[in-house]
């Protein structure tokens, strides 16, 4: 099973990756707990590139997304595929409806080229994702909190805007397989919400 996670920033992710992670392995469960872009040493130097705040000199949007997509195969043939062949459970912090969110709903990347690389380079879909929904003043504030902003977290509301009208767009196209969690509600709950789908 593969099951990704997916929202703006700040929503609570990482909290309810770490709870299901707990559940799974309760159960005695082998599980794979990755992120993405990230999951690999290498893929994880490829994501310091894409946070990193750069004064000098500006990322284009398509490197953006070769960035992404080249961390993402990286990701995919060393950590995501061979854990699923061997039969464990991956959980992975952001996967392929980030990219249509943040690039092509938030950045104005067209469809076709995500498609490309998607059809290209991605053997294998989550069979389910959760997508923390919160009002994107409420998961800014948080990711404030946590400290110095990254290269995404600088953005202006209302590019966060543009990213979770995305993320609706996908959940609305693919009922079956995206899940929408209210992300406002406390942790506990957040998570409760998400057994019942598993269940
Ligand atoms: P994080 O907030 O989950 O740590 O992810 C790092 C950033 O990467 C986040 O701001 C969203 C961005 N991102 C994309 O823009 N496209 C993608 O496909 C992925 C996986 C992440």
Same mark, same amino acid.
């Given at each position: ?8 920033? %700040? ?8 709870? &299901?992670?707990?559940?799974? @392995? ?10 993405? =872009?990230? %999951?690999? =040493? ?13 004064? @000098?000199? /500006?990322?284009?949007?398509?490197? @953006?997304?070769?960035? &992404? ?7 995919? @043939?060393?950590? &995501? ?24 709903? %938030?950045?104005?990347?067209?469809? *076709? ?14 069979? &389910? ?15 404030? *909190? ?17 990213? #979770? ?7 609305? +196209?693919?009922? *079956? #397989? ?8 406390? +942790? ?7 057994? /019942?789908?598993?269940?």
């Amino acid at each position: 099973m593969f099951i990704s996670f997916e929202g703006t920033e %700040g929503v609570g992710k990482t909290t309810l990756i770490r709870k &299901i992670h707990q559940y799974f @392995e309760q159960q005695g469960k082998e599980v794979v707990l990755t992120r993405e =872009p990230g %999951g690999t =040493p290498l893929a994880e130097q490829i994501r310091s590139l894409l946070l990193a705040v750069n004064h @000098e000199e /500006q990322m284009s949007h398509d490197t @953006e997304l070769l960035l &992404i997509y080249a961390a993402r195969a990286q990701h995919l @043939e060393q950590v &995501i595929l061979p854990a699923l062949v061997a039969g464990k459970i991956v959980l992975s912090d952001r996967f392929t409806d980030a990219s249509f969110a943040y690039q092509c709903s %938030g950045r104005g990347l067209s469809q *076709e080229k995500l498609q490309l690389l998607n059809q290209t380079f991605v053997a294998k879909m989550p069979n &389910i994702t959760f997508w923390l929904d919160a009002p994107i003043e409420l998961g800014m504030t948080r990711a404030r *909190e946590r400290g110095a902003l990254d290269r995404f977290e600088q953005e202006k509301l209302s590019f966060f805007a543009k990213v #979770r009208a995305g993320y609706e767009t996908l959940w609305q +196209a693919e009922p *079956e #397989r995206i899940k929408r969690l209210d992300a406002t509600q406390n +942790a506990d709950v957040v998570f409760e919400d998400a057994l /019942q789908y598993l269940k």
